[in-house]
């Protein structure tokens, strides 16, 4: 192995400023893996708000439903048997 002798601040400079600016070789791939993790991350919270706006409208509903039934006087075991209240 040869013997590099040592340089002086300037010279290191001179060296340093000549090198191809570039990335390392791990940057584009950690660029690419970050986005896509972010990606992943936006989809599994826009399932999440949709997931909880279905299940507020569901109870929504069936809460329109019980009191339209309340207001009708038809009990719940009824109507789910798909008795009408001229059955009863």
């Known amino acids: 192995m040869a013997h590099l002798p040592p340089q002086t601040l300037r010279q290191a400079r001179a060296a340093y400023k000549k090198r191809e600016p570039g990335y ?3 940057e584009p791939k950690q660029m690419v893996r970050r986005a896509e993790l972010q990606r992943c991350a936006d989809r599994i919270k826009s399932a999440e708000a949709r997931r909880k706006e279905m299940v507020f409208k569901r109870k929504k509903k069936e809460e329109k439903e ?3 039934r309340k207001q009708l006087g038809i009990r719940l075991a009824t109507q789910l048997a798909g008795y009408s209240r001229t059955q009863i």
């Open 24 to 26: 390392p070789e791990w």
């Open 66 to 68: 019980r009191q339209a």
